[in-house]
């Protein structure tokens, strides 16, 4: 079965620092997400993409935040310096239509 | 209250028992999911109904929807110790301009052996 591809699945990073998280979405999806939860609370949207471009972002996803698709396959979150309250499990979706398919998740520590 | 809330927050049974979970949400929606997710883990889809259907199931999982109690319960049949996860109902609402899930808080599920 299609999955959603992650990486990496645990990184830590000092405050500051930029970080960009890597995801592969299904290959015939067309809408992409990122959504993120921390530790213990409930999984919250930060953005959708959609035809090479943002298409809603939540107030979360702020200036420090950026998404890219660079090629055909990878859809990458950058962090641009990173604060301690950015630590969360981070996760990328990805769906043709409707049921939205998710990654594993890469979960960051920011120390 | 915010939308896609369930209830109870954590729920614990034995082997053998049915499940209940119960999600209530706030506006009009498209659909609504629900996802599991082990420890630590990813979220696997579970199942997804449409505003315009009232019951769906899948193997030991049923789901019904009701649009008027903006509310939806999942139930899981002679559940197994394997079934032990939280459980999320996220909702698509009608608003919806990018296809974003808005998910509740959860119900932690143990099913003790």
């Known amino acids: 079965e299609p999955e959603v591809t992650q990486t990496p699945s645990h990184q830590v990073t000092q405050m500051g620092q930029e970080v960009i998280l890597r995801c592969v979405p299904i290959?015939?999806?067309?809408?992409f997400y990122w959504y993120r939860q921390i530790l213990g609370q409930k999984v919250e949207f930060l953005v959708s993409?959609?035809?090479?471009?943002?298409?809603?972002k939540s107030e979360i996803f702020d200036d420090q935040f950026s998404v890219e698709r660079p090629d055909g396959s990878n859809f990458t979150l950058k962090i641009r310096s990173t604060k301690l309250e950015d630590s969360a499990m981070y996760f990328c979706?990805?769906?043709?239509?409707?049921?939205?398919?998710f990654g594993s998740g890469t979960r960051l520590t920011v120390v | 209250s915010q939308q896609g809330e369930e209830d109870p927050q954590a729920l614990s049974i034995q082997e053998g028992e049915n499940a209940t979970m119960n999600c209530s949400y706030k506006?009009?929606?498209?659909?609504l999911q629900w996802y599991r997710q082990n420890s630590g883990r990813g979220l696997v889809h579970l199942i997804l109904?449409?505003?315009?259907?009232r019951e769906k199931h899948s193997g030991r999982l049923r789901v019904t929807l009701d649009t008027s109690k903006k509310s939806s319960s999942l139930l899981i049949t002679a559940s197994r110790a394997a079934d032990t996860a939280s459980y999320f109902c996220?909702?698509?609402?009608?608003?919806?301009?990018?296809?974003?899930?808005?998910f509740g808080q959860g119900t932690e599920l143990s099913v003790k052996p």
């Open positions: 979706a990805s769906t043709e239509r409707t049921a939205q398919t």
């Open positions: 290959s015939n999806h067309l809408y």
């Open positions: 993409f959609y035809n090479n471009e943002i298409s809603e």
């Open positions: 506006t009009s929606i498209n659909n």
């Open positions: 109904i449409r505003s315009n259907e």
């Open positions: 996220a909702t698509d609402p009608v608003w919806n301009q990018g296809g974003k899930l808005i």
